[in-house]
Structures are given as structure tokens and as C-alpha cells.
């Protein structure tokens, strides 16, 4: 995912703790070789991207990825154009969904929830995997976390 702090972002990501899918925010300042390199890496199946922010378009820089590795089986675009191969984000709120539709059996606390990339500054950004528990453990244990000088 791909996107800029916006309500769409939390959405998605309280949608995949509840499926049990693998959330992977990308910031919304990298650009081509770094989304290319996380894409492939991450092996990821879903892509959520805006038209546009900032005066730069992710449709264009996603378009041309095409060319050297394989994008997602589904790219979502929260935007107000149409696109021939990517799904609007709207067009999922649409859609009319079950509560009896199948969800996981349980999502285990040491599942993974998250991959956190680094800013890549020298090479690479570099992926950290974190489950439901190293996310939630600021929660439980935030005083912790305090800095004393």
C-alpha cells in the first residue's frame, strides 16, 4: 500500500488484521526503484496506490513497472478516473459483503502482520517483519518505551 495518511490508510490496514493478511505501507515519497524493489521483494499480491498526490502521479510510475517485473494480481487506485487494468478503490465499497463470508480460523499473536521498510538511504531499504505482538507491544508496555536523559 501506497498511500498518504488519508482514512482509506487505516481501512486498509484494520481490513488486513482481520483477514490475516500481511500489511506493507511503502511511504508515499518513494518512488520507482524502491516501490519496484518492495513490490518484488514482498511478493505482493495487492496494491493500493493514489492517482495522485502531491503533483505525482502513481498511476504512470505503476504503468511502467509493468515492463520489467510482474505487479500485483490486483492494483487498486483511490482516485476519480477510471483505469483500464486497475480497480478503482471506490468499486470496493460498492460491493456487497457477507459477514458469514470465510475468514481465517484464528490469527495467531506471532503471525505476521507487518513489513516495515527502512529509508534505503545507501542501498536497498532493508524489511522488518513484525507480528501482531511486536505491534501491539507498545500498547501494553508503553511506559517502557520512555527516554530518560
Given at each position: 500500500?501506497?498511500?498518504?495518511?488519508?482514512?482509506?490508510?487505516?481501512?486498509?490496514?484494520?481490513?488486513?488484521?482481520?483477514?490475516?493478511?500481511?500489511?506493507?505501507?511503502?511511504?508515499?515519497?518513494a518512488r520507482y526503484q524502491e516501490v519496484k524493489y518492495i513490490l518484488t521483494l514482498c511478493e505482493s499480491k495487492v496494491f493500493f496506490v493514489p492517482?495522485?498526490?502531491?503533483?505525482?502521479?502513481?498511476?504512470?510510475?505503476?504503468?511502467?513497472?509493468?515492463?520489467?517485473?510482474?505487479?500485483?494480481?490486483?492494483?487498486?487506485?483511490?482516485?476519480?478516473?477510471?483505469?483500464?487494468?486497475?480497480?478503482?478503490?471506490?468499486?470496493?465499497?460498492?460491493?456487497?459483503?457477507?459477514?458469514?463470508?470465510?475468514?481465517?480460523?484464528?490469527?495467531?499473536?506471532?503471525?505476521?502482520?507487518?513489513?516495515?521498510?527502512?529509508?534505503?538511504?545507501?542501498?536497498?531499504?532493508?524489511?522488518?517483519?513484525?507480528?501482531?505482538?511486536t505491534v501491539l507491544y507498545g500498547t501494553y508496555h508503553g511506559e517502557n518505551f520512555r527516554?530518560?536523559?
Open positions: 500500500m501506497q498511500l498518504p495518511n488519508w482514512t482509506e490508510t487505516v481501512i486498509i490496514y484494520l481490513a488486513c488484521t482481520r483477514i490475516g493478511a500481511i500489511y506493507n505501507p511503502i511511504p508515499a515519497t492517482e495522485s498526490f502531491r503533483n505525482f502521479n502513481y498511476i504512470a510510475m505503476t504503468e511502467a513497472m509493468e515492463n520489467e517485473i510482474e505487479l500485483p494480481n490486483v492494483v487498486i487506485v483511490k482516485g476519480h478516473k477510471a483505469y483500464q487494468s486497475f480497480i478503482p478503490y471506490e468499486a470496493l465499497l460498492s460491493e456487497k459483503h457477507s459477514e458469514s463470508e470465510e475468514l481465517p480460523e484464528s490469527v495467531n499473536a506471532d503471525d505476521p502482520l507487518v513489513v516495515l521498510f527502512t529509508s534505503g538511504t545507501e542501498s536497498n531499504p532493508k524489511g522488518v517483519v513484525h507480528t501482531h505482538n527516554c530518560h536523559t
